[in-house]
C-alpha cells in the first residue's frame, strides 16, 4: 500500500494542471459561495419618478438604491429606464404610485417584491418583462450562453487535441494545406454544429417554454456571431495549451465554471461583492446574458445593448486572434524546447 | 535533385540532441536512420518533415506538398475509416485518379478489405501500414517513415518494406528510423546515430568496411566486455582481427557504441 501511496503522490506532484485544479477549485468555489451565490439581494438599483420622487426616495427600504431621480418623469420613461438596464424598480410618484418591477432579474424582482411594504400602501406593482416571474423565461435565454460555451470550450477543444494526441496534427502542417484551412477547417464544422443548437434552443424557448422574443433578430444573430466566436476561440486556445484531452477538460472546467456562477446568469451581479462582481464583468457570457435577455425578454433598443455587444466584440477579437496566432504556431516548424513526445516503443 | 540537411545541431536545454549532422536524401534510395534510445532519430525525422528546425545547420527539403511524414504514433485519424483517411490525404493534396492508387497500396499492405473499418479499431500493425500507405498516395519527393514498423508483427514489416521499396522504385527519396538493424540492411544508405553524433554512414557495406577489426562467432566470450550474447552462442569484437565471419549493421552499431563509451571512460 505504501508504494502504491508513494507513487500516486509522485504523479500528482507531476501533474501540475491537477494540482492546481485540486487548489484552484476549492478556492474558487469558496469566493463564488462566500461571495456571490447569494440569493438575498441587498441592492436593487432604483428610478423615483414623478413630482414626488425625493419623499418616496427619502422613505424607501435601504435596498432600494435609488440611481435615477427625475420628478418630471413618467411611466413612459420608467419603463425604458428598466428595459435599457439602467435601473430594476422604478417608482412613477402621482395621484396614483405605480411601481414597475424588472422581470428579466429573477432573485432581484422577487427581493423587490417582498420589499414593496415600505412603498405606501396604494402603490400599484406591475412586473414588466416576465409577469409571471417564470424561471425559464429568464434561464432559456441565458442557457444559450451555457450551452454555446460548454460546445465550443470543452467540445472544440477535445476536438483539436485529439490530433495532437494521434499524431495527426504535426501531419497536418506537412500537406500542402494551408495553416488557415487547417484552422478554418477545424472550427467551421463545430461553427455550424454550434449554430443548429442555438436555433434548437431558442425554438424549443419560444414554443415549448412560451419565452418571449420581443426584440429584434439581427441584435440576436450579432450577439450569436460574436459570442460563437469568443466560444471557439476559448476551446482553440485552450487546446494549445493543453496536451491530452485530460488536460484540455481541466482547463476547461476552469474556464466554464466561473463563467456560470459569476455571470449573473444564476445570482445578480449585483448581489455579489464588488470584488467578485469585477470578475463577472470580464467574462464574455456576463454580456451574452444581458444581451440575450435585452433582445428575448426586454425587446431592448440597440442603444441599450451597444455596450455589451461591443465589448463581446473585444473580447472575441481578443481571444480568437490569440487562439489563431497560437494554433498557427503549433502548425509552424519550430525549434524544439524539449524532446519530442515519444510513442511506446519509439526512440528520439 | 537531391534534398538532405547538413551540419545540423539541435539542443533540449543542455542536451545536445543532433550534433553537426548531415545527410543526403537522394531519390530513388531507401535511406535508414538508425541508433538506440534517444540516439536522435526522431529529432533528424521532423526537422527533414519539415516540422522541426535546428538551432544550427542548414536544411534543403522539397517545395510544400511534396513531403509526406509518417509521425512516430498513430498518424492515422482514428475516428475516419481506413478508406476516409485515404480519401482525406486525397483531398488535401488535391490528387486526381486516386482512387486505383490508394485500393493498390491498400491491397498491397493487406488491409484493403478493412476500407469500411474505423482506424482506430485496426490492429497496431495495420494502423501502420494505413499510415505508411497515407504517406505513399501523395507520391511524394520526400516520404519520412518514423519507426513505422516499430512494434509491428513479422508479416506486416514485410508488407510494410513493401511499400517502402515500392516508394523507392517510384523516384521518391525515403528516410526511415527505425531501432532494427536487420531492416537498415534493406536500405540504400545508412546513418547510425548515438547520443545525437554520427557514428557511421555510407551504404551498408561501407559502414560495415569502416567498423574497427571484425566480430566473429565464438560459444564462450574471450573478453566478456566487448561481447555480446547472440541467440546461444557469443559475438566477439576483435579491435585487432582482420577476418571473422559476416559482419552485420547491428554487429557495427553494438561496436560503435563499445568503441564511443571506451572513448568516454
Known amino acids: 500500500m505504501k508504494a502504491m501511496i508513494l507513487k500516486e503522490f509522485r504523479q500528482m506532484r507531476r501533474d501540475r494542471r491537477t494540482v492546481a485544479l485540486m487548489v484552484g477549485l476549492p478556492v474558487m468555489m469558496l469566493i463564488i459561495f462566500g461571495y456571490a451565490a447569494r440569493f438575498d439581494v441587498t441592492e436593487i438599483k432604483t428610478a423615483a419618478l414623478g413630482p414626488g420622487a425625493s419623499v418616496v426616495e427619502s422613505s424607501l427600504d435601504p435596498a432600494f438604491n435609488v440611481v435615477v431621480t427625475d420628478p418630471s418623469g413618467d411611466a413612459t420613461i420608467a419603463k425604458e429606464l428598466l428595459r435599457d438596464s439602467k435601473a430594476a424598480v422604478a417608482i412613477v410618484t402621482g395621484p396614483q404610485i405605480n411601481v414597475y418591477v424588472d422581470g428579466t432579474e429573477l432573485f432581484l424582482a422577487q427581493s423587490a417584491m417582498r420589499r414593496t411594504n415600505s412603498l405606501p400602501s396604494n402603490a400599484n406593482v406591475e412586473v414588466l418583462f416576465n409577469p409571471e416571474l417564470s424561471t425559464s423565461a429568464v434561464m432559456v435565454p441565458s442557457l444559450i450562453g451555457m450551452i454555446l460555451l460548454f460546445l465550443g470550450t470543452v467540445i472544440t477543444s477535445l476536438g483539436v487535441v485529439r490530433e495532437r494526441e494521434q499524431g495527426t496534427l504535426e501531419q497536418l502542417a506537412v500537406t500542402p494545406l494551408r495553416p488557415v484551412d487547417v484552422i478554418v477547417g477545424k472550427i467551421a464544422p463545430y461553427f455550424l454544429v454550434a449554430v443548429i443548437d442555438m436555433a434548437v434552443v431558442t425554438i424549443v424557448g419560444v414554443f415549448l417554454f412560451n419565452v418571449p422574443f420581443r426584440g429584434s433578430f439581427l441584435m440576436y444573430s450579432a450577439f450569436a456571431l460574436v459570442y460563437l466566436f469568443v466560444v471557439l476561440g476559448l476551446g482553440v486556445l485552450i487546446s494549445t495549451v493543453s496536451k491530452s484531452q485530460g488536460e484540455a477538460i481541466q482547463l476547461a472546467i476552469m474556464v466554464l465554471l466561473p463563467q456560470v456562477m459569476l455571470s449573473g446568469m444564476i445570482f445578480p451581479l449585483s448581489s455579489m461583492a464588488a470584488g467578485v462582481r469585477w470578475i463577472g464583468y470580464l467574462l464574455p457570457l456576463t454580456y451574452f446574458v444581458t444581451g440575450m435577455r435585452g433582445v428575448f425578454l426586454k425587446g431592448s433598443s440597440f442603444g441599450a445593448l451597444a455596450m455589451p455587444l461591443m465589448l463581446l466584440t473585444l473580447m472575441a477579437v481578443v481571444i480568437f486572434s490569440l487562439a489563431v496566432l497560437r494554433f498557427r504556431r503549433d502548425l509552424a516548424p519550430k525549434q524544439a524546447e524539449t524532446e519530442p513526445e515519444l510513442a511506446p516503443g519509439a526512440a528520439a | ?265
Not at chain 2, 15 to 39: K, R, Y
Open chain 2, 1 to 265: 535533385m537531391t534534398w538532405g540537411v547538413s551540419k545540423l545541431t539541435v539542443r533540449f536545454g543542455h542536451t545536445v540532441a543532433l550534433s553537426n549532422v548531415s545527410m543526403e536524401f537522394e531519390p530513388g534510395t531507401v535511406h535508414a536512420v538508425v541508433g538506440g534510445d534517444g540516439a536522435g532519430k526522431t529529432t533528424l525525422l521532423r526537422i527533414a518533415a519539415g516540422i522541426g528546425l535546428p538551432h544550427e545547420g542548414s536544411v534543403h527539403l522539397p517545395g510544400p506538398g511534396r513531403i509526406s511524414y509518417v509521425p512516430p504514433d498513430g498518424g492515422v485519424f482514428a475516428d475516419l475509416t481506413v478508406d476516409e483517411n485515404m480519401q482525406f490525404i486525397a483531398d488535401a493534396y488535391k490528387l486526381a485518379d486516386w482512387q486505383a492508387r490508394a485500393d493498390e497500396l491498400l491491397d498491397r499492405s493487406a488491409i484493403a478489405e478493412f476500407g469500411g473499418r474505423l482506424a482506430g479499431k485496426l490492429s497496431g500493425g495495420q494502423r501502420r501500414k494505413l499510415a505508411g500507405s497515407m504517406g505513399l498516395l501523395p507520391m511524394p519527393d520526400l516520404l519520412v517513415l518514423d519507426e513505422v514498423t516499430t512494434g509491428v508483427d513479422p508479416v506486416s514489416r514485410m508488407d510494410l518494406w513493401r511499400l517502402i521499396a515500392a516508394a523507392a522504385a517510384g523516384g521518391a527519396a525515403v528516410l526511415v528510423a527505425t531501432s532494427y538493424l536487420d531492416e537498415a540492411e534493406r536500405a540504400g544508405r545508412v546513418l547510425l546515430l548515438h547520443d545525437g553524433a554520427v557514428l557511421a554512414s555510407g551504404s551498408p557495406d561501407e559502414v560495415r568496411a569502416a567498423m574497427k577489426g571484425t566480430v566473429t562467432d565464438v560459444a564462450e566470450p574471450e573478453d566478456p566486455a566487448t561481447a555480446w550474447r547472440m541467440g546461444r552462442r557469443w559475438r566477439q569484437w576483435l579491435p585487432d582481427g582482420v577476418s571473422g565471419g559476416p559482419v552485420t549493421l547491428e554487429d557495427v552499431a553494438i561496436v560503435s557504441e563499445l568503441q564511443t563509451n571506451r572513448g568516454a571512460r
